[in-house]
């Protein structure tokens, strides 16, 4: 992964994600979306920008562990120790949902998608904002995902009220998705 120096504004961060508001930050492999997963508001504009089903659910992404552990009662200790052994990094797993996560996120599933990203941006928006971040390709639905801020703004002109600055890590597809309980690939990597 490119080392640049982490630099925004977190106050403008947080004053955006605080009220609904949605941004584009760099993430392992793609530009991505992202919000408040708990503001119904901002992840129903999230998903009328990408044109996305509210059906398919969403990921969130964290800074570390303790950031999801609210999702992750009733896993057994073999399942935490998993996760464990692939976070932080490039591996995005599928959990049974314990209802800790709004429907607007888990659409339709009986999972909730989680990361703990070792993406150093994207790990500091968690870290700032104090909880895990909606994360999700910037693109609409159908179209390849954003690998530059240019496409970003052909995708969605002025709808993003702030562009967090950064490289792209070093995948050059999306994470690999698994299910925890069954071992099952939902995406390769």
């Known amino acids: 992964m490119r080392s640049n120096p982490i630099s925004f504004d977190t106050k403008k961060l947080l004053e955006i994600l605080h009220r609904d508001g949605v941004i584009a930050y760099p ?3 793609v530009w991505g979306l992202g919000c408040d ?13 990408k044109r996305r ?4 659910g969403l990921i969130l992404i964290a800074k570390d562990i303790e950031q999801l552990q609210p999702f992750l009662t009733g896993l057994l200790p073999r399942e935490i120790i998993q996760l464990k052994k692939s976070w932080p ?3 995005t797993w599928l959990v049974p949902n314990n209802n800790s996560a709004p429907s607007w996120i888990t659409g339709e599933n009986k999972t909730l998608a989680l990361r703990v990203t070792n993406h150093p941006t994207a790990s500091k928006l968690c870290e700032i904002f104090g909880g895990p971040l909606v994360s999700t390709s910037a693109n609409p639905h159908g179209l390849p995902p954003a690998k530059n801020i240019s496409q970003i703004s052909t995708y969605f002109d002025k709808q993003i009220e702030y562009i967090i600055p950064g490289s792209l890590g070093e995948l050059l597809n999306p994470t690999p998705i698994k299910h925890l309980k069954t071992g099952k690939i939902l995406r390769q990597g």
Do not use: D
């Open 27 to 29: 993430t392992e492999a």
């Open 37 to 49: 997963p708990f503001s119904e508001a901002a992840v129903k504009r999230v998903l009328s920008m």
């Open 53 to 56: 089903k509210k059906e398919m």
């Open 89 to 91: 990094g490039p591996q």
